[in-house]
């Protein structure tokens, strides 16, 4: 794994993604052959992580992303954010 990828994935995880979480569930057939049953996909939210933020922000590596949002991409994207700190409060 080289820096930029690393730097990728702090990225992506300082914004916030979301991810699909797949759970199946096996049981056996009347060969005794397992054979899947259940298969369940559900979207999962992963808020910003703000350790990861900060530390991109103080290496200096988010600064030209921000700089060239544009007023109405700021707005929205402080928009997003706070609807999902909301969220969160909401779930606890």
């Known amino acids: 794994m080289d820096e930029d990828e690393i730097l990728q994935m ?6 916030g993604f979301v991810s ?4 199946e569930e096996y049981c ?3 060969n005794g052959e397992q054979v899947l049953c259940k298969r369940k996909v559900t ?3 992963n808020p910003p992580d703000f ?3 900060k530390f991109l922000l103080e290496r200096g590596e988010l600064d030209d992303d921000i700089s060239k949002m544009t007023d109405e991409q700021l707005l ?3 928009e997003r954010l706070l609807q999902l700190l ?7």
């Open 10 to 15: 702090l990225k992506k995880k300082a914004l």
């Open 20 to 23: 699909d979480e797949i759970v």
């Open 28 to 30: 056996q057939d009347k």
């Open 43 to 45: 979207k999962k939210v």
């Open 51 to 53: 350790s990861a933020l």
């Open 76 to 78: 929205r994207e402080k």
């Open 86 to 92: 909301k969220e969160k409060e909401n779930k606890k």
